[in-house]
Structures are given as C-alpha cells and as structure tokens.
C-alpha cells in the first residue's frame, strides 16, 4: 500500500508543473473572461439606451436579462482552457507510460524492477490521472462562484437573472457532462472514464511488449472492450426490441463496465509481468 | 506523512470541494415549487385520484407538473434513480409496467400507445414485424394478457400482399374473444392509404376476417387528407365503436399545406355490426376538431366561445345530439387567452379546468355532474408559498386524468 502510494505521490510531482501552469491559465483566462465580457456588456446596454434614447426598463423589455451561464457558454475566455485542460489530460494519458520509455533515462526499468507488485505502477498512474482531473473539476467547482460573484459586481441587479451554481450548470450541455447534477451521476460519468483510460493503458502496455504487432493487438483490445460494454445495445439493435427497463440497462452496463475495467487490469497485470519489453 | 503533501493536498480539495457541491444541490433540489389542489367547495372525495397535468416555466425552463390534492411533483424532482424509473412514458404505462412487468417487457409505448389495448380484464399488444419486401409478407406478433388469471396468449400471423409498402398499427381493440387490429396500410403505386380492420380469434390464433374500412384516395392535387383514430385506450373505454377522425386540407402549393382542415369529418365504426357510420355534427358545433371524448359508449363534444363553454353528447345509435351542460364563463375564472378549458369526462361527470389570471392561484377545477347538472367539487391549484407562485412565468393545464 504505501508502496502504491509512494508511487501516486511520485506521479503527481512530476506532473505538478504542467498542472499548476494549467491551472493557473484556467483561473486567469475566465476571470480576465468574466471581466472583459461584462464589461463589454454595460457598455452595449450603454450605447443602446443612450444611441436609441429608450429607458433602462423599455431595454430589459425588449432584450431580457441574462444569466451568468450566457456568458460562460458563450465565451472563448470561458471554455478554452476548459478545452485546453482535456487536451493536457488525454494527452498526459498516452505521456504518462512513453516519457518513461523516451525520457532522459529509460526510467521504466526502475520502476519495472521495484521491489513490488509491477501492477502498482499501473495502477499508480491510473489514480495520477484521475486526481488531476478530479482536481481540475474542483477548481473550477471553485471558480464558478467566485466568476458568478464578480458577474454580480459588474452587471447592475436589473440587468440580470441570477441562478444557483448547480442550476446553471444543468443548463449548459458542456458543463453537465463534466460536473453532472447528481452524485450517482457523476460516478457513472467518472467511472466510465477510469474505465477508459485502463483500456488506454492496456492498449499502451501492448504496443511496449508487441511493439508493432502489439498495435494490432491494441486496437483489437480496444474493440474488444467496445463490444463487451456496449453488448447490450447490440443485442438490442439485433432484435430491435429494447427488452430492458432503464433501471435494469443501468445495472447490466454497470456490470459490463466493471468487466471491461477487470479485464483490462488483468491484461495488463499479464503484459507487466510476463511480456513487457525494457 | 510530509512526503505525501501533494497527494494529500489534492485529495483533500476533491473531496471537500465535489462533496460540498453535491451536498448542496441535494438541498437544493427540494426547492422546487410546490403546489396542490385545494377545495373551495362540495365534497373533496370527488377531486381525489384526479390529476392536473401541467407544465410550468421557471427561469426560462419548462417543467411538467402533476398536481393532485395530495400536492404536486415536479418531472425534475428525486434521485438519479427516481428519475431514471420515471422515464418519459405517461403515468399510466408506467403502472402497467409495474404491475404487469414481465408483460410489458420490450413493448415500445413511450410515443405511441396505439399498439396497446387495455381494459379492465386483459391487456393486448399488437405489433407489426417489419414489412419483409422480398416475401411481400407482414405479420401481426399479438400478445394478450388476462390480467386476473395471468394467463398470456402468444400468436403470430402472417400475410402476404404485394399491394402495400408498408404498413402500421393505428389502434388495438378486444371485443367478444377478438382481437380488432386497426391498420394504416400504404399504397406501393400511389399515394393511396386505407385503414383496415383485421380480426383474430384469441382462441385459436387465427385471422377471422380482413376489410379495408376507410381510405384516403389520391385525390387532386390541391387538397390532402389525414386519418386519425381518436379513441384514446386509457383503461377505461370500454367502447363497441371506435372513432376515427378525417379531416381535409387544402394544398396552397406543392410543399405548403394548410394549417388548418377547411373540413373535418367524424366516422364511427360499430365493432359488433362492423360498419361505418359518418357523425353528422349539428351546425353550431361544426368546425370543432380534435375535442371528442369518448366515455361509456358515448361521445363528447365541447364548444367554447368568449361568454360560454357548453358540452354536448352525442349518441350514435339514434344519430342524436344533445346540449347536456352550458357554463356561462365569468370575468373571475376568466380563462387566459389561447388556452381555452381544459376538460374531460369520466363516469358521467364532467371535470373543467383553466388557467387563471388572478395572480392567486394558478388554475381551477370543477367537477359537475352531468346527469344532475350539480356541481360536485370546486378548487383551485395553490402554490405552496407565495414564492413559488411569484418564480413562476408560465403556467398551463395540458390535460385531467382520473383514476
């Protein structure tokens, strides 16, 4: 165990860099963001009361109010780093096992050749990955009602309709997928994705012991993986019948996703111990 | 423990900040507006088991809202899992699947019920196995429940005909150990749709008899016709006709049609006589569509005008039509424009509701008794707190269900 978490700690540093730096890009593009586009908001309304002489109430009548949620999905200063902060990630997924191979020094032998489980070093890296997004999820859990408060200063009461933070992000598609409206939700959103980046690795952990062969392989399993989760909607389509009740979809794919997640670990728990290359 | 800053840093935000979070929407989600059917006055037993179906706008959202004198449930309310149980079907086919699971397994109803039958001794499915063109061959998959006994009857049905390109269900009935299957069958060489009535005989299984009842022809360039049966199979008809409704429109050019039919016809169709009859509709009720309402063998009609909504009933036996209930519409329930009353009838009594404007209450119900003409019960839908009414910016009645 502490062994796993020496290994965790370890990932986590070495990414720490990158990861402060994408942080701090997120924080300052929205709020910079959040600042600009208000702004430039009052002044619109601005030049619209006084260019077409109307009152401020015959303004909200025609135009309406808006909500800080308007202005976020809307905005580049908004959703680029949010963008931004995926790509890093996903590309971190596939860098996170080769800067190991590539780096100065063929590092992996050293991690290869500790005195425990070589299946820790998967999973370390696996949990690496999910903490900094789950980290990423909560700055930005932070942020919204900080950004949501500076909107508030900027924007006079009349101007606009203010929500709650869980309410505004069920309105906006991009968001309610990264921070879904309820708990059960976001486990089925995140476990989903620990399922996917397990078959990554597995698919990584191919290539390194087949090398070219072994990206055949990779691609095979990823299929592979596909089929089994999504079997039965396939089976459904087949009979074009939907046979199961929602409740009873959401067990059987629950269980399909934990054998693809158990099948992966197994694999690669296999190509470690047995057929990876150093 | 310090070498372990970073992980325990970063665990520790996540978990305060995602737990924070969802703890406080899980509060927040009880916060919607709540509102129930109180009794103004008459006898509060009469409102029980009966539904508003609405729809609400909040912070430019729309909610459906079932209101009952119990209180109201929001769509949006409940756990993941309440939600996900809840699906999209309407509340009496969720019932259905409760009740009769293994039943209603993979019977895709959620849109369309017309391949359900139910009534209050057997539950029929009917569906249509897609069209095989290279046989020219359709078959009727018919399932049938007997809902006391649990005994279910399965039976396939296969024809073959090269006159259609396709075929659908468009309504279910079971009358004296036989299945009545309504089709919409289209043409392969025109533009041509017949209804047809097909008869199985539950007992052996077996296609009795086949006609094509109704059809729309090709006819002119200039107008078009739709077909639509409007019996509505909610458990509780237990009807020897079915109504279908047929109305004309007129084709202003190529792709446009009229909005509205310039003519609308009413036909019903006598299962035990099997015929067809066309509903002659008197004159001041001409020009109503989509408002029939068919309860204990008998059709409703409503006509609503600026000062009056009156309720007629019509018999189509003796081809008669009676004025049964005339309501003069005060300023005090002024209905809000465009959305008229809402209504329907069950057991011979009639249940109204509407809008309301005062900025009290959101909308009212009436239920009278149609043989007596007495009003029954009287009540309005009140918002829990006066906070809920003020966030609302839209409210409607969509429909009255009863138990």
Not at chain 1, 193 to 209: D, H, N, P
């Amino acid at each position: 165990m502490s062994r796993y978490l020496k290994l965790v700690n370890f990932e986590l540093s070495r990414f720490m860099k990158i990861y402060l730096v994408l942080i701090a890009i997120t924080v300052i593009s929205q709020i910079t963001g959040i600042i600009v586009k208000s702004k430039g908001y009052l002044n619109e309304v601005h030049r619209t009361i006084y260019g077409d002489s109307i009152s401020k109430a015959q303004y909200i009548e025609e135009y309406g109010t808006i909500t800080f949620m308007d202005y976020a999905t809307s905005s580049l200063w908004f959703l680029a780093p949010i963008a931004l902060c995926i790509a890093a990630l996903m590309f971190y997924v596939f860098f996170i096992w080769y800067r190991d191979w590539f780096g100065k020094n063929t590092f992996i032998y050293r991690l290869l050749l500790l005195p425990s489980a070589r299946l820790n070093v998967l999973l370390a890296k696996a949990t690496t990955i999910l903490l900094l997004v789950f980290g990423l999820v909560s700055i930005q859990l932070i942020l919204l009602p900080i950004e949501n408060n500076i909107f508030k200063w900027i924007i006079p009461l009349d101007f606009r309709t203010d929500l709650p933070i869980h309410e505004m992000l069920e309105q906006s598609h991009e968001l309610s997928v990264l921070i879904p409206r309820s708990f059960v939700e976001f486990i089925i959103h995140y476990g989903i994705g620990i399922m996917a980046v397990l078959v990554i690795f597995t698919a990584i952990l191919f290539e390194r012991s087949y090398r070219l062969k072994g990206i055949l392989m990779a691609i095979l399993f990823g299929l592979l993986a596909i089929v089994i989760f999504f079997l039965q909607d396939f089976v459904e389509l087949l009979l074009q019948k939907n046979y199961l009740y929602p409740i009873e979809h959401l067990v059987v794919r629950g269980i399909l996703g934990t054998i693809v997640i158990g099948l992966s670990i197994w694999v690669s728990n296999f190509l470690l111990n047995k057929k990876i290359n150093v | 423990m310090m070498r372990y800053w970073r992980l325990i840093s970063i665990v520790a935000v996540i978990v305060v900040v995602v737990s924070t979070f969802y703890i406080q929407s899980a509060v927040a989600t009880h916060q919607y507006p709540a509102f129930a059917l109180e009794k103004q006055r008459g006898d509060e037993k009469e409102a029980e088991g009966v539904t508003l179906h609405g729809e609400y706008a909040k912070e430019a959202q729309y909610h459906s809202l079932n209101i009952t004198t119990a209180g109201s449930k929001d769509d949006f309310e409940g756990t993941y899992f309440e939600r996900l149980a809840r699906e999209n079907a309407p509340s009496h086919i969720k019932k259905l699947r409760k009740d009769y699971k293994a039943f209603m397994r993979g019977k895709d109803i959620d849109m369309d019920e017309s391949m359900l039958y139910d009534d209050k001794s057997l539950l029929a499915y009917v569906e249509l196995e897609p069209f095989d063109e290279l046989d020219n061959k359709y078959t009727f998959d018919i399932d049938i429940l007997e809902k006391e006994s649990k005994n279910r009857e399965s039976f396939k049905v296969t024809q073959h005909n090269d006159k259609y390109s396709y075929l659908d269900v468009a309504g279910v009935f079971v009358s004296h150990g036989e299945v009545i299957v309504f089709t919409r069958n289209y043409a392969r060489k025109s533009e041509n749709m017949e209804i047809h009535a097909y008869w199985f005989n539950i007992a052996d299984g077996k296609l009795m008899h086949e006609e094509p009842i109704l059809s729309i022809d090709e006819e002119d360039e200039q107008t078009n016709a739709n077909i639509n049966l409007i019996n509505s199979n909610d458990g509780k008809d237990n009807n020897h006709f079915v109504l279908f409704q047929k109305d004309h429109y007129v084709n202003y050019n190529d792709e446009q049609m009229d909005s509205e039919p310039w003519e609308t016809e009413l036909l019903a169709y006598d299962l035990e006589r099997k015929e067809l009859e066309k509903i002659k509709l008197p004159e001041e009720i001409d020009g109503i569509t989509n408002t029939g309402v068919i309860n204990q063998s008998k059709l409703y009609f409503a006509n609503e005008t600026e000062h009056t909504f009156e309720i007629f009933s019509y018999d189509v036996e003796n081809e008669k039509m009676k004025n049964i209930y005339k309501m003069k519409i005060s300023n005090a329930v002024d209905p809000i424009e465009d959305q008229g009353i809402t209504w329907n009838i069950d057991n011979n009594k009639l249940y109204m509701s509407s809008v309301l404007s005062d900025n009290i209450s959101l909308a009212d119900l009436k239920i009278v008794d149609l043989d007596s003409g007495d009003t029954l019960y009287e009540g309005t839908v009140e918002a829990k707190s006066q906070q809920s009414l003020a966030e609302l910016d839209d409210f409607i009645v969509s429909g009255i269900s009863i138990e």
